[in-house]
């Protein structure tokens, strides 16, 4: 089993930066392809960005760019550093880790951009 818990969410105005945190437990992380996603109100959970165990990174067109994903194997710690906020990036984001057939979620943390 592995367990995820994120952090760093908060309130922040527009063009403004937040760096969230997921730190897992439980498992063998590096072996993990991790991902983050988030979700709107209203709206589904969208993948924002993914980085496999070979650090290969993806990431969804409204973020490239602004957002960078990142891991720390050693920390057992995945990363979101989220810049230029925009008021669309408003949502819970939530950590996902997979690896097969097995998959697993963090609780999420709130990000709201707002002026």
């Known amino acids: 089993q592995v367990q995820l818990v994120e952090s760093g969410g908060g309130l922040v105005q527009p063009g403004g930066s937040l760096r969230l945190s997921c730190a897992a437990s439980g498992s063998i992380f590096s072996i993990y392809a991790m991902g983050w996603y988030r979700q709107a109100p209203g709206k589904q959970r969208d993948l924002v960005a993914h980085?496999?165990?070979?650090?290969?990174?993806n990431y969804a067109d409204s973020v490239k760019g602004r957002f960078t994903i990142s891991r720390d194997n050693a920390k057992n710690a995945v990363y979101l550093q989220m810049n230029s906020l925009k008021l669309e990036d408003t949502a819970v984001y939530y950590c996902?880790?997979?690896?097969?057939?097995?998959?697993?979620w963090g609780q999420g943390t709130q990000v709201t951009v707002s002026s």
């Open positions: 996902n880790a997979h690896r097969g057939v097995f998959e697993y």
């Open positions: 980085i496999t165990s070979g650090y290969i990174t």
